[in-house]
């Protein structure tokens, strides 16, 4: 009777986490991101020409602004393109389907982890972690680094269970393995991961007695990681490590304060936010408030019972999490340390654990009921009423309406300032679905032959109708075009000292100007006179 219950609670758990992360996906976040941008527009060019927007053949890593990221994202997406279209949807199903798994990963690590007395915590933990604003947030992103740390986290929960049954480690190897072709936090987390339990768990059975698996889990790394061994010999590996580079030249203190700095109740239970207001909610911290008191109730457990093998994992876990995070050079960088979310929410909930073993069921559940609904009513005026408002321009917004405008007007010449923003390319090829055949011929056979080398980035490009580059005043309002940009890029003054008509403006949904086309004068700016 009790696991039926448990199987229909945890069913209705998953229901809901499907309702979170899928409800309106589309349309909240209020606009594409550059970055799921390049992800849609990429796996639509692998799609139609099996190469990437500068006509790489199937690359092993994608060269987007610079930044070679993993690869296995663009080519998991690239058939829900086919389904649905190059949409937001499409971009986003995968970190939203993967963070359902999530669910069932903390049921099942709070199931096994004998410490854990209370047969309900698996229950409770499931249902935190899919209420977690950080799991709600992460799920309904477009791009790599949700699924990237779900992945890890079930390579996490089946090498566990591999220390009972040894079969399943090779199944555990492999998904680290493919984990590091996900995102760039798995590439640097997984060796050093792996290198530590090595350490921790040398005695346990799946190392000590059974060689024949350690050989084939060896072997499994090896053919696997074919291509990466493959990237190490080139400029593309490294181009994520500058920062890293730069910080072996801190004191070794340095560094360990900085990975405190995301253990820290300010950072995980305040309103602190991200360097970058795109990677949260407005006034919503990582984890909820409440939750402080059955962390540190958590992390006493993790003392008390530090021999017992399950801590030793969990402590693992916990504290590699943030090491790529640490190393990434921001005071926060929180989509680097997405793989700390599991551990904690499973420390969390051994402090309610505790808990619940020492106040009445009469008293405790009616407490804990109150609270999730709390926090749920927070996270929904946080994320699905505040953000799409509030958030609208660090989302990019605006660039959709462009292309609409720049599609129903291909008589006309636009030139779109990029003077601050780099990835302004890409929100309009994605939006107006530009011909990638016809974008990857502006890319050399000499520039693809150098592909993986690094080659400086070029945020400027000329297709179709469209011109993006940094405004040139001394030519451009000499020209019959219709200048585009932000408020900082183009002022009041500018426009009347340039003879600029504004054509448009387009407003978030605040009501802010975010973006605003002028159309230039070019006779009235010979002649010097505007009016």
Known sequence: MKNKLSILLLSLIVLLGAFLYFYKISSIPSSVYDDEATIGYNAYSILT????????????????????????????????????????????FLSAISTIFGILIVYFFINDFKVFKNQSTKIIGSLLFTILPWTVFNAR???????????FAAASLFLWRSI?????????????????YIAHTERYLVPIFLFVFLVIFRKSIFIKKNKTNLWLSLLIIIVTQVPNLFLVTTKAFWVKNSSINNHLSILFSDLISQILIYF???????????????????NQSFF???????YFIGLYQLYKNFKKPEIKYLLI?????????SLSGHFISVQRVLTLTIPMILIISLGIDFISQKIRSIVFVPILTLLISFSLILLWRG??????????????????????????NQDKKFIIDNGRTGSIY????????????????????????????????????????????????????LQNVIIVGDPLAISDKQANEHCLTKEFEIKDPIGKIVLTGYQTNPQKKISGVCK
């Open 317 to 325: 876990l916990f504290l590699t999490a943030p090491i790529p995070g």
């Open 164 to 180: 009972k049954n040894q079969k399943i480690s090779l199944l555990a190897i492999f998904l680290f393995s493919i984990s590091t």
């Open 49 to 92: 020409t099996f190469k990437d927007e500068y006509g790489k053949f199937l690359p092993i890593a994608f060269r987007f602004f610079g930044a070679y990221t993993p690869p296995l994202y663009v080519y998991l997406t690239t058939p829900l393109v086919k389904l649905f279209g190059v949409t937001a949807f499409s971009i986003r």
């Open 264 to 282: 820290s109740p300010k950072t995980l239970f305040g309103v602190t936010p991200d360097i970058n207001l795109q990677h949260s909610i407005p």
């Open 141 to 151: 992103l477009g791009y790599e680094v949700t699924l990237g740390y779900i992945v």
């Open 426 to 477: 890409m929100l309009i090829l994605y939006y107006t679905k530009h011909s990638p055949q016809s974008l990857q011929t502006q890319f050399s056979p000499e520039f693809i032959k150098n592909y993986y080398s690094n080659p400086s980035f070029n945020p400027n490009y000329n297709f179709g109708n469209i011109e993006i580059r940094p405004i040139s005043w001394e030519h451009d309002a």
């Open 288 to 294: 909820y408030s409440w939750m402080v008191i059955p």
């Open 383 to 408: 994320y699905f009423i505040f953000l799409p408002q509030e958030r609208a321009t660090w989302w990019s917004y605006g660039y959709g309406q462009l292309s609409q405008i720049i599609t129903q």
